[in-house]
């Protein structure tokens, strides 16, 4: 009996422990930037420049290039924090331009 309970213990340790295997991948990623959408890039510097009001964090970020948010496969911002704001006045400018060259 004590040999039944012991191999049966053992067969269990055996084979939970390979259950349990770590597997390591390796994963790569592409991070895109703002460089890759020159349309975008032009787009931002309208923003920056141009007479929509800005909060105050996304005026820091316009004085300095390298705070801008992550940018998307997609080719806009994060929609968080300043991207969805950023993303929201590129959106604008769009509508404007598109109407002005409506008409």
Request: with cysteine.
């Amino acid at each position: 009996m004590n040999k039944l309970m012991i191999s049966t213990a053992i067969a269990f340790v055996a084979l939970t422990g390979s259950a349990f295997a770590k597997q390591e991948v390796q994963v790569t990623r592409t991070v895109w930037e703002i460089s890759d959408f020159p349309k975008m890039s032009e787009q931002v510097k309208l923003v920056c420049e141009g007479k929509a009001t800005l909060s105050d964090k996304l005026k820091d970020a316009c004085k300095d290039q390298t705070k801008l948010p992550k940018v998307t496969k997609a080719g806009a911002f994060r929609n968080t924090g300043i991207g969805a704001e950023l993303n929201s006045l590129i959106r604008q400018i769009g509508d404007t331009a598109a109407k002005s060259d409506g008409k």
